[in-house]
């Protein structure tokens, strides 16, 4: 069974930061492309960030710079480590991996709020 459990989101001041894990299982994990993408109450999914087997990255331009994206192929789990958070940063984050088929995870949800 394929599965991607997340964990790490919570409630966070503005210019904090959070670091969110998800632990993948089920499938040949150094072989996906892993992304984070995040989705806020009425707005379309966004991806925020992405690692490929390669270990090339790519963000959003409004994440530019304040948020990374790692891996850890030896416990098949993806991270996004987020800093200098700001509000309009709210949203459910997902977890996904991508080859032949795309897989998701349940999403965690990050609020930045004072």
């Known amino acids: 069974q394929v599965q991607l459990v997340e964990s790490g989101g919570g409630l966070v001041q503005p210019g904090g930061s959070l670091r969110l894990s998800c632990a993948a299982s089920?499938?040949?994990?150094?072989?996906?492309?892993m992304s984070w993408y995040r989705q806020a109450p009425g707005k379309e999914r966004e991806l925020v960030a992405r690692i490929t087997a390669g270990l090339s990255t790519n963000y959003a331009d409004s994440v530019q710079g304040r948020f990374t994206i790692s891996r850890d192929n030896g416990k098949n789990t993806v991270y996004l480590q987020m800093n200098s958070l700001k509000p309009e940063d709210t949203a459910v984050y997902y977890c996904s991996a991508s080859a032949l088929r795309t897989y998701w995870g349940q999403g965690t949800q990050v609020t930045v709020s004072s």
């Open positions: 089920g499938f040949i994990f150094s072989t996906y492309f």
